[in-house]
């Protein structure tokens, strides 16, 4: 607290990210990173590009990127927008497009950032809740609003909606803006990516932080219609020019371009966390249907809380929600790779 600071500083509620343990040798499966590496050839094209041009300012439009991003999605380079992260997305979209007269709609369990933008730019929304499997209803989204957010699959339940079910929001919801945040959708949804052409009020977000291994290079980005993008564009340049520097961009290229290392983790992480489910289920946890990186999962006879703090005892990091209620119970755990789901497990058997 400064004397300094203005009441609009003062009465902000910051986003609290996931522990980044300084810790050597945990087992950290709390904030849905990939646990495999990034694709080599990112990795080479970061070392490539690591001299003298660094003095340069990168391609404050990212061309390289975008045309990378729209050869893999099958959409025009003009229908795609690139950021600092899904995130520095996520903020510039409720800035530019959810500052309505009409609140905005997202559940009452997803992600917690949403409410932090609209605390931030000053937006009013509702937050329908789920229904009691944790599923998004989407009677609950009339048209009377003034935007839709959801993550698909939901986060933190993993719960995935179908295409159909979004295809039908979209065709009785044509007055407001509805953003599906895929940050999860490659480990077992479908893309909404495939309806853009067909809805001028879809956008779809996704990011390199989950499904290519890139969390700590800090990109994401948005697909829509041209005009939904040049939206964005015009927030992005009225606050940073260059939000990707030359690294980011040179390795989200190849990252996008190495299909083979990106199904190969993929089916991985799929594989493992079936593994998983049936492992936890095995002892007892209630694991709800993931399509996502991680599981959500609660044991009748522990407190999330009590088994999240037993297992950091035992150098094994999950996420525990304290807020809201309904999911206090829950532990939200990150599939690691075969070793380290083993390390959780053998954990969990000293602790049940
Ligand atoms: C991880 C995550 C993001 C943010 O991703 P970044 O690209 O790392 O900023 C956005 N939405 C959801 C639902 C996420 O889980």
Known sequence: MSRYWSRFVHDLEPYVPGEQPKMARLVKLNTNENPFGPSPKALAAIAAASGDDLRLYPD???????????????????????????????????????????????PDITYSFYKVYCGLYGIDYRTPPLDDDFGIRLADYPPDNGGIIFPNPNAPTGRLLPLADIEAL?????????????????????????????YPNLL??????????????????????????????????????????????????????????????????????????????????????????????????????ALAAGLREHGVI??????????????????GTPEQNQALLSALDSLL
């Open 318 to 335: 999950v996420r525990h929600f304290q807020r809201p209620e309904r999911i206090s119970p829950f532990l939200r755990i990150t599939i």
């Open 60 to 106: 404050p439009d990212a061309s390289a990127l975008k045309a990378a991003i729209a050869r893999r999605y099958a959409v025009q380079a003009d229908q795609v927008f690139v950021g600092n992260g899904s995130d520095e997305v996520l903020a510039h979209l409720f800035m530019g497009f959810f500052r309505q007269d009409k609140p905005i709609l997202f």
């Open 170 to 198: 979209l065709q009785r919801n044509t007055a407001s803006l509805v953003v599906v945040d895929e940050a999860y959708v490659d480990f077992g949804g479908e893309s909404a990516v495939a309806l853009v052409s067909r």
């Open 204 to 305: 779809v977000t996704q990011t390199f932080s989950k499904s290519r291994s890139l969390a700590g290079l800090r990109i994401g980005f948005a697909v829509g219609q041209a005009p939904l993008i040049d939206g964005l564009e015009r927030i992005k340049n009225s606050f940073n020019s260059y939000p990707l520097d030359r690294l980011a961009i040179v390795a989200g290229v190849a990252a996008m371009d190495d299909e083979a290392w990106f199904s190969e983790c993929v089916d991985a992480i799929v594989a493992e966390r079936e593994a998983l489910t049936a492992a936890l289920a095995a002892r007892g946890f209630e694991v709800l249907p993931s399509a996502a990186n991680f599981v959500f999962a609660r044991h009748p006879g522990h407190a999330g809380e």
